[in-house]
């Protein structure tokens, strides 16, 4: 008997039908805009050159009339671009690449975690199951200090490990924009878990020597959000500072937070998070605009703090013995997602189509009016965005995130490969994903990056960028020495 294949003719329908609905809502101006000016324009070819010459003459003006209006436009111009926030543009960015010599394969985590909890063999086993279905690769890297047995995590490592990194980064910026210290007028430097005396924005104008009058920030405590929370605050700085560069530096330092009990809440950490850093310069300068690759066009922060579950979900705190690590909820998951509820619900009017908010209002009416079951309908942002960053924070996070918003593989492979090749770096991870993208080749101009990630207290934060000119792939840069060997296949459960 012939095999009954399935009937697509329906899905097929269904598609093309949502196509058109799209396109005629989308364009429903232009639409009706069209039929409009071909009528003026028959009606104007019926009237002939003689009718439309004494229309013309028709029409009185008189010398105060005309300088009366012309005031009147100029003033109205003039209001409008000076209420006008001024563009931010992203003109390029920079990621620190690890060397070799730090690199943690799985053997190598494994091995120094028996040696250092060899009185608590189930802490062991707990870290190993966790690796193994974590999405991390064998090149992930951790500081020297931690290579150590035991770790030493001292303050003079630590403050090593931060030169290390944030100097990398933005030697490299430096190198690649061709920006001087005596450039920048803003500096806002975020690393939630070091917070040093001097601060670590201190040591970079110490590093630079940059102006005296330089406005620095240092932002501490704000979890793997708070890169995005930078770029917010350089772009209220430049929209009051006229002509100005702004040097954002997002890291993580990991050296004096490696934990070292026995709480297996707060083991995790210890299996996620990798050195990484990034240095990024914002501008408002109009000269900038051309070789700029990205425009700012939205930052939406989302805060749940004021719930006391949101707010201890990730909580930095001493165990039984005294040890101090950080905490992760077995809620974390849930909170997380009410969290990016609330922040689409929010970016969502701003950036989706008009097709989608209309079927969104739709489905709210239905539900609020006719039946409370109805299932609610997600919105489509794969009309909006052409590219997502979502916060390598770990694969089930990367999971949620590609399950509620409906994405594709293809749309979260960033996300995966960078949590693959450099780990939870934190409030760079997007920096990182951004440039695998770029390094695939497949930035175009016109093209729009959503940048997603969640950090402590607890938030949502979103960045949408623009994308200026088509980047060519970079020759440098974290992923020059690998891109090709990626997308990798990674397998639900590595055995070790």
């Known amino acids: 008997m012939p095999q009954i294949l399935p009937d697509f003719s329906s899905s097929v329908k269904l598609k093309y039908v949502k196509l058109g609905y799209q396109y005629l809502v989308n364009h429903i101006l232009y639409l009706l805009l069209i039929p409009v000016m071909v009528g003026i324009s028959i009606e104007v070819l019926r009237l002939g050159p003689d009718e439309i010459l004494n229309l013309w003459k028709s029409l009185h003006f008189d010398l105060v009339q005309i300088l009366c209006s012309s005031f009147f436009i100029i003033f109205i111009a003039t209001v409008y671009f000076m209420s006008k926030p001024r563009t931010i543009y992203l003109v390029d960015y920079a990621c620190y690449k690890p060397p070799v010599t730090c690199r943690v394969p799985f053997s190598t985590f494994m091995e120094h975690s028996r040696l250092i909890l060899k009185d608590n063999p189930k802490s062991v086993e707990f870290q190993m199951r966790i690796l193994e279905r974590s999405g991390l690769g064998e090149e992930t890297c951790l500081p020297p200090a931690i290579h150590y047995i035991p770790p030493k995590p001292t303050m003079e490592a630590a403050r090593g490990e931060a030169e290390l990194v944030i100097f990398s ?31 670590l924005s201190a040591m970079i104008i110490n590093k630079y020597k940059l102006r005296s009058n330089i ?10 959000s708070a890169g995005l929370i930078s770029i917010d605050l350089a772009r209220d700085l430049l929209q009051v500072h006229p002509n100005s560069n702004a040097v954002v530096v997002s890291t993580e330092i990991i050296t004096p937070n490696y934990y070292q009990g026995k709480e297996r809440a707060m083991l995790l950490p210890n299996c996620l998070f990798r050195m990484g850093g990034a240095a990024i310069l914002l501008s408002n300068r109009r000269s900038q605009r051309w070789r700029a690759k990205y425009r700012l066009v939205h930052v939406v ?20 013995e005294g040890k ?40 709210l009416i239905g539900r609020k009016i006719f039946n409370p079951k109805w299932k609610p309908y997600i919105p489509d942002f794969k009309q909006a965005f052409e590219h997502f960053c979502i916060h390598a924070g770990g694969r089930a996070v990367i999971d949620e995130l590609q399950k509620n918003l409906q994405l594709s593989a293809e ?72 891109i090709d060997r990626y997308p990798v296949h990674i397998p639900e459960v590595v055995k070790l």
């Not at 190198?175 to 806002?188: E, H, N, S, Y």
């Not at 406005?215 to 793997?224: Q, Y």
């Not at 922060?301 to 039984?320: I, L, N, Q, S, W």
């Not at 077995?330 to 909170?335: G, H, P, R």
């Open 169 to 199: 980064a933005v030697d490299s910026l430096f190198k690649t924009t061709g920006l001087k210290p005596k450039d920048i007028d803003i500096l806002i430097v975020n690393c939630s878990l070091f917070s040093p005396t001097p601060s």
């Open 324 to 363: 101090v690590g950080i905490n992760l909820s077995k809620d974390l998951m849930a909170i997380a997602g009410e969290a990016l509820k609330s922040n689409i619900t929010t970016i969502g009017p701003l950036v989706l189509p008009a097709s989608e908010q209309i079927l969104f209002l739709f489905t």
């Open 411 to 482: 749309h979260v492979e960033a996300s995966r490969m960078t949590l693959h090749r450099f780990g939870n770096t934190s409030s760079s991870s997007l920096w990182y994903e951004l440039s695998y993208i770029e390094s695939k080749g497949r930035m175009k101009r016109g093209d729009r990056v959503w940048q997603i990630a969640f950090g402590s207290g607890f938030k949502c934060n979103s960045a949408v960028w623009k994308c200026n000119r088509t980047i060519k792939t970079p020759t440098d840069g974290p992923w020059a020495d690998c």
């Open 215 to 224: 406005k620095s920030f240092n932002l501490s405590g704000m979890g793997c």
């Open 301 to 320: 922060r989302t805060h749940k703090g004021a719930d006391d579950k949101a707010y201890r979900c990730v909580f930095e705190e001493e165990d039984k």
